[in-house]
């Protein structure tokens, strides 16, 4: 088992910035691909960032690109997600999500392949 803990969310301005981490613990944290997730209400869980277990690989959503960033540090059992330039769009609550199936350097976006979530961080961006 992996226990995901979100925190850094919170409400901010148009523009704004907020930093996201997502602390692991229970198994080693380095065999797992990490993905944020986000869901806006009414609608559907969707991918926005996932990285691979070296961190040398990442994806993200087309709505996000060039605004956030993730990263991973290993030995902190952490990834990160640095979110800029924040839009009232961006409002949804955050999941981060383990995938312990992939090999060192691929990535998977679809939720199915996620073993392990978080509880979520409210992130609200404010007009």
């Known amino acids: 088992q992996v226990q995901l803990v979100e925190s850094g969310g919170g409400l901010v301005q148009t523009g704004g910035s907020l930093r996201l981490s997502c602390a692991a613990s229970?198994?080693?944290?380095?065999?797992?691909?990490m993905g944020w997730f986000r869901q806006a209400p009414g609608k559907d869980r969707d991918s926005v960032a996932a990285i691979s277990r070296s961190g040398g690989s990442t994806v993200y959503a087309d709505s996000v690109k060039g605004r956030f960033t993730i990263s991973r540090d290993n030995a902190k059992n952490t990834v990160y997600l640095q979110m800029n330039s924040l839009k009232p769009e961006d409002t949804a609550v955050y999941y981060c999500?383990?995938?312990?199936?992939?090999?060192?350097?691929?990535?998977?976006?679809?939720?199915?392949?996620?073993?392990?979530w978080g509880q979520g961080t409210q992130v609200t961006v404010s007009s």
């Open positions: 999500a383990a995938d312990g199936g992939v090999s060192r350097s691929n990535i998977r976006v679809g939720l199915p392949f996620y073993d392990y």
């Open positions: 229970g198994r080693t944290f380095s065999p797992y691909a």
